[in-house]
């Protein structure tokens, strides 16, 4: 078990344990095993709806059903990406989670801010402080019930394991940088890993600037969706700050899929395995085969991976990407003294 000491206040030695907060309980992060570090599996609202009915993922049997596809090639965890006011649905979540042999880790936090009413949205009325309490609140105390979709705060045992925050296509707006500041704020009181969202891949070093200037530790930062921007040069500046970069949507929608396996052969070989991670981001029910789709959420395990061994990615650096990194990065420490990390708690 991953343990750190520090002092206490009266000088003892505080051991604090190291645990990855799921939705049914805190685990030792050698239990994550093979983790999708960007999923969807239930959306039962939000602004994406209205764009398309593709995005309303609204069906536990479904959502059972395509975890088990994952678990059936191998996979432990998924990282559930659904933030406030975007169809967020805790109960339909849990209920998800009890039914599968694997762990979900379910974000707090925003989407991109045109999501969002950037003019009366509470992140735009009230302090960054008061937005990161809230956000620190679902990982230390319990996620609302209702996702902040007010007026009623109704907290349940599950916490949040993860902070989220976006951007849009080459810029930040003003929504965003309060969002990143929050974040990072809510990163600095509670050690959870922030994971953002970039649009084209873009604002990434931006996002990490941000970030870092309001206190956040990068090493347990993910910037997202880097698949959609391949550039080589571009990548490595960012790994570089000791970010760790997501490629999460290795499904050829973007590009197709050799310029992210050359990229991250590439990346292995100069030296960067510890600090990238993958995901699948089937949110919508055309990426999903229990909604009648082509791929789902094995596609990872039983598509990508092959490929990038068969191309010539060491073992090691696999094991890294896929079980390594995501539990050192998704690994917090609990600081409530009275958790195990055996203990599953009912929720
Ligand atoms: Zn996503």
Same mark, same amino acid.
């Given at each position: ?40 599996? /239930? ?40 933030? /406030? ?19 979900? *880790? ?5 989407? #991109?801010?045109?999501?969002?009413? +950037? ?68 990163? +600095? ?16 070093? @931006?996002?990490?600037?941000?970030? #870092? ?30 970010? +760790? ?39 919508? #029910? ?20 092959? #490929? *990038? ?8 650096? /696999? ?5 390594? +990194?995501?539990?050192? /990065?998704?690994?917090? @420490? ?14």
């Amino acid at each position: 078990m991953a343990v750190s000491h520090t002092l206490g206040a009266v000088g003892e030695v505080v051991v604090l344990v190291k645990v990855v907060r799921t939705l049914l309980g805190d685990i030792p992060p050698e239990e994550m095993g093979i983790t999708d570090c960007h999923e969807h599996l /239930i959306r039962s609202g939000g602004p994406e709806i209205a764009e398309s009915q593709d995005y309303l993922l609204n069906d536990v049997d479904k959502a059972v059903q395509e975890f088990n596809l994952f678990v059936q090639s191998g996979g432990k965890t998924v990282v559930a990406m659904d933030p /406030i006011g975007c169809g967020r649905d805790v109960a339909a979540m849990l209920e998800v989670a009890r039914r599968v042999s694997g762990h979900i *880790l379910l974000t707090t936090g925003f989407h #991109r801010g045109e999501l969002y009413d +950037n003019r009366h949205h509470w992140v735009m009325t009230c302090s960054v402080d008061q937005v990161a309490d809230m956000l620190i609140a679902e990982i230390e105390q319990g996620l609302d019930l209702h996702s902040y979709n007010g007026p009623i705060v109704e907290r349940v045992p599950a916490k949040a394991g993860l902070i989220k925050a976006g951007t849009s296509y080459l810029k930040v707006t003003e929504f965003e940088r309060r969002v990143l500041q929050a974040a990072a704020r809510a990163q +600095n009181a509670t050690g959870a890993p922030v994971v953002t969202h970039t649009t084209g891949g873009t604002m990434a070093l @931006e996002q990490v600037e941000t970030l #870092r200037e309001h206190g956040a530790d990068v090493s347990k930062v993910v910037v997202g969706h880097m698949h959609r921007n391949p550039d080589p040069v571009y990548n490595r500046r960012l790994l570089d700050t000791g970010v +760790n970069l997501g490629y999460d949507t290795c499904r050829f929608k973007y590009y197709s899929e050799n310029f992210v396996v050359s990229l991250l052969l590439d990346l292995v070989k100069a030296g960067y395995q510890g600090q990238i991670v993958l995901g699948h981001d089937a949110g919508a #029910r055309g990426y999903q085969k229990a909604w009648g789709a082509g791929v789902g959420l094995d596609y990872l395990l039983t598509e990508l991976v092959p #490929r *990038l061994r068969s191309e010539g990615m060491p073992e090691d650096a /696999i094991n890294d990407i896929l079980v390594n +990194n995501p539990a050192r /990065i998704f690994a917090i @420490e609990d600081k409530s003294g009275d958790a195990s990390a055996d203990a599953v708690h009912s929720v």
